[in-house]
């Protein structure tokens, strides 16, 4: 009998094992930006990849703050620069596969 159970809970635990490694192997999701409109799109991992060979780390490294602007068609992902009054992001555009800085900048700009 007792036998019977440890075969039992020693198959239930491999199970469970299994389970947890073939979840823990699955890729995370991938974040899309659609251009509204269009049956354009583009992974985040992609504009990430364009952004970190343009102009835009030439000024600072890239955040892991970022949003899909679908009315634009742009991935925007945040820059890590200090610039006084400013909150600069990559803009990534899902058509040209361009990227540019936007500073977004607030108030009087010396």
């Not at 192997?25 to 990430?48: D, K």
């Not at 490294?61 to 679908?70: D, F, G, H, I, V």
């Not at 009315?71 to 803009?91: H, R, S």
Request: charged share 20%; hydrophobic share 40%; aromatic share 10%.
């Amino acid at each position: 009998m007792i036998k019977i159970f440890m075969k039992k809970r020693v198959i239930l635990l491999l199970i469970l094992l299994g389970i947890f490694f073939v979840y823990g192997c699955m890729s995370v999701q991938e974040r899309y930006c659609f251009y509204q409109g269009t049956n354009e799109r583009m992974s985040l991992s992609e504009a990430r990849i364009i952004a970190e060979n343009s102009e835009c780390t030439q000024e600072g490294p890239l955040k892991n703050t970022s949003m899909c602007n679908a009315i634009t068609g742009t991935w925007w992902i945040d820059l890590d620069v200090q610039k006084e009054n400013c909150n600069p992001a990559c803009v990534v555009n899902i058509l040209t596969k361009n990227a540019t800085i936007n500073w977004r900048c607030r108030g009087l700009v010396k």
